[in-house]
């Protein structure tokens, strides 16, 4: 017997897990079925447990069968007679987009549970930062500019102690994707019993790389449960595109519109997965640490 996953207010469904394992829709069987054995541990396993593996049963849900999915994911259903019944079809419509809304509240709720009083000390930064700004970039066409936003948030960070820097990805034009680069910010943290750091990512307009213009209803009230600004893992962040997208592919394929390429998950990961522009502290400085309920962010002392 299984125990039903209650969705919080305002939303009024209520789901078994069980129910997971049996959605058909090409896109997001697979994803719903793995997904389905992580509310399943929340349901019945122990608290302690599922805290810990989340994080690699997370890693290894991404990794394994990756190519199955990116066929199924990438694929085109437009010539598919029976997957095009299926997008109008009341019922699995319905199933589909409960489920998607199910597993994205799943996934936020163990990324808030991650570090919780970190990610609210660095949200109070984040919130300061909003309303002390002044842009001093001159290619500015609006009152808050991202640009520096994310500048003034680095250095309102760095003077509370964190070891927060600005990270650049950057990625090549090919045939699939136009090139580009994207710059958000990292900072990071130690966990007890962990000698090595975890970066946390935070991307300061996240519900906004959502936003589409002709979504369907659906579409738009999943990522309205969206935080303006993430701060967590880049486990939970990838965790989040997969629902995302997925579910932007089926609005557009409701809508009849063709998805470019920049909607697409693999294109949305290039965009948080720099490894170069990180500036280090000079090996002079010395560390030290302090401690926001079980979380340790890493400090240059002065």
């Not at 009024?12 to 897990?17: L, T």
Request: glycine fraction near 4%.
């Amino acid at each position: 017997m299984y125990t039903p996953l209650y969705i919080p207010t305002p939303l009024k469904p209520i789901f078994s897990s069980k129910s997971l394992f049996f959605l058909a829709t090409p896109s997001s069987s697979f994803f719903f079925k793995r997904m389905g054995h992580l509310i399943e541990e929340k349901a019945l396993g122990d608290d302690h447990q599922r805290g810990d593996s989340l994080e690699e049963k997370i890693s290894l849900f991404f990794d394994e069968e990756d190519e199955e999915l990116d066929r199924n994911s990438e694929g085109d259903w437009a010539d598919d007679e029976a997957a095009n019944n299926e997008l109008h079809d009341p019922i699995e419509r319905k199933e589909f987009w409960d489920s998607q809304e199910a597993l994205l509240l799943e996934i936020m709720e163990r990324c808030n549970s991650m570090g919780a009083k970190l990610r609210e000390e660095i949200g109070r930064v984040v919130e300061r930062a909003r309303e002390t700004l002044v842009c001093s970039c001159s290619k500015s066409n609006s009152d808050e500019c991202a640009l520096c936003l994310r500048r003034r948030v680095v250095d309102l960070l760095c003077l509370k102690g964190f070891s927060a820097s600005l990270r650049t990805s950057k990625w090549r034009h090919t045939h699939k994707f136009p090139g580009g680069s994207h710059e958000y910010i990292e900072v990071m943290a130690s966990t007890p019993g962990r000698k090595k750091q975890i970066p946390f990512l935070i991307e300061l307009e996240f519900r906004t790389e959502f936003e589409m213009a002709k979504a369907c209803d659906e579409y738009r009230r999943l990522i309205a449960q969206l935080p303006k600004s993430y701060i967590g893992k880049s486990d939970y962040l990838n965790a989040i595109l997969r629902v995302v997208c997925d579910a932007a592919k089926r609005s557009m394929k409701e809508q009849k519109i063709h998805m470019g390429p920049w909607r697409k998950r693999s294109f949305m990961q290039m965009k948080w997965s720099g490894y170069n522009d990180r500036k280090q502290p000079s090996k002079d400085q010395p560390w030290n640490k302090f401690s926001l309920s079980g979380i340790t962010a890493a400090v240059v002392v002065k």
